[in-house]
């Protein structure tokens, strides 16, 4: 950038455009609520252009990349621009922005106390309402799924436009958040919302949300402004594609056209690894824009599982579609490899309407990266894609094979725009950026994200998530760099991620992304997940229950064996829970247990046959942790059935007095 910072940059940039910005309608939430379905608008640079950035409650602790000890910090909570004073009450301030602009996104894991949008400068808020409610879909006017709860992460897209200034702030603290909003040139016409918006654009709502709700039917193509071209072609409705064998197909057009809609299809003895051996490769006015195995393209990964959004989707019977918009000037070509050892029958339909190519046209892009044996330590920032030139960034797709059930996305996105030294999205989590939350397992579709594939238990196997910047695109005028970290909370190595990004951009853009060899084609095939247990370990929550108060039920740990403890709640400071375990013969024996400890466990007084156990033990820890395996002592067992006795006798100053007890294991061996 020649020194420049990314400030001096988009003030040229505001300076170069601003003249242009007189004769463009006005920005309004109509305008903007038309947007969020208009998949042919993401193929035009925008006009009047704007700078796409984000608040969040990253831990403020990283502020370089030259020092790793700060720059993977994780307290992604709770950070705020200031608190203030406000009629009595303290507000937590996300955003403060100048305008003209718009939010076009907020996320939150756990939205808290009443959401406030000022707008313009004025002391009242042009809206109000609990935050849970707004993000959730609950508040009169913003229906689901403009804003929807989606596998523990809370959204909203309600569009929300000011001319002057932007602030949000809440009167609770202790959440995360995202705040994603547009800068517009100074000069920009912006009508500001107000809160009756909703009521008098109601219709227009109602008719977006009920296009998200069912994305694949609002397609790609604005009514009345497509024609098909007078030359369509068809692929052959089977093509038999031998290893090693390519197929092709060209669009020439006497004038611009562009392409709104694939349709695949794969048939093979072993379809998950047959779509990722099928290359797909595109060809706009003779410049390779998309090179991506076919299966990974339409978003869900390996293993085509079905779901529906905006610009993709999997039906159950396994058809691939995709309704972004491709334009051309004067060509198109699509070329598929069979880079596999088997032969592939793949159904394939391409549909090209008229389209008028114009200053501002661009074309359409799509790269694959993949990683094998990715270490987990030292952290990274992966890089999913660095592009240079003009265009706009649209969306991307990851999938990863997780070896453990340990939770493997807990990095944030980063993302610069044209020189950037420092990110102007900066986020909470990987989860966070694809619009769920808490690593949740729990599978989701929606017009803008989904996870369409969580294989479990908990986050072990594949896991597939994508996200679309519809309204939310991101514009680049010399360059674009998405980084993601790898924050995993397990030490060792993931065996394959990858991920897709979709963006558009002018003629001559360029990326670092490259074209696949075989050897990067083959699909990691982890094993069915079998929980390990300690060697002799007699489980806790496999244990006869002789006697209790309250309630004894199994629940699941990580680093537990077999997953799982015996978990005694309700009970109180003389209540007792008895158990019975076996010893192979009579005679005396070494016992030993593992425990689990937390901040609202309590202090337990153990005998074995009657037997106390020398001192009391004491159960709490700030954090739940699965201890160290401890010896109980020497004791005379019987042949068969033995009790191990536990009698809660308090709790530490510390503690959260709950008086909880959890039991691993135990396990006995002979006493010399």
Known sequence: MNGLTSVAVFALFVALMTAGCASVPPVTTRSLLAEMTDLDALAEFPHPPYACRQFSSYDRASTTPDDPETWFA????????????????????????????????????????????????A????LEAPMGDFLGGKVSGVPEPIAHLRSAGWNSYLPIPYARHCKVTSDRDGFYYHVNYRTYPAETAVTTFAADDLTSLAPEIAA???????????GARPSGTWTTTSDQESWPADLELPPGHATSHGFNSSGPAAIVELRAKVTAPNVEQAARHLLLIMEFDGQQTVVCPLGDFFGAGPGLR?????????????ELWSHWVMPFRKSARIDVHNLGSDPVRLTLHATPSRRE???????????????????TRPFQDWNYATMQGKGVFAGAAFAIANPVKTWWGEGDEKIYVDGETFPSHFGTGTEDYYGYAWGSN?????????QPRCDGPVNYGWTAVNRWHILDRIPFRQDFRFDMELWHWWEGRVPEMSVVTYWYARPGATTNRTTPVPADLRVTTLPPYVAPRVAGAIEGEEMLIVQKTGEVTPQGIDHCSNDQHLWWREGKPGDQLVLSFPAPAAGRYHVFARFVMARDYGVVQLSVNDQPVAEPLD????????????????FELHAGDNVLAVKIVGANEKAEPKFMFGLDYLRVAPAE
Request: with cysteine; aromatic share 10%.
């Open 357 to 375: 190519w114009t200053s501002r046209s661009m074309h359409f892009h799509a790269g694959w990266r993949i990683g094998r044996e990715v270490p």
């Open 123 to 126: 002391e009242t808020p042009a």
């Open 74 to 121: 994780n307290a992604d909570v709770n950070q705020y621009l200031r608190v203030e004073e406000h009629a009595g009450r303290k507000e937590w301030v996300m955003m403060d922005a100048d305008g003209p602009g718009a939010i076009v996104r907020i996320w939150s894991a756990n939205p808290a106390g009443t959401l406030r949008i000022y707008l313009d400068g």
């Open 619 to 634: 159960l709490f820890n700030e954090r739940v942790k699965v201890a160290d395996e401890r010896p109980l002592g020497v």
């Open 306 to 318: 079905p779901y529906a959004s905006l610009p993709l989707g999997i039906t159950d019977d396994g």
């Open 208 to 218: 977006v949300a009920a296009k998200l709700a069912s994305p694949r039917d609002c």
């Open 442 to 450: 729990q599978l989701f579709t929606h017009a803008y994200h989904n």
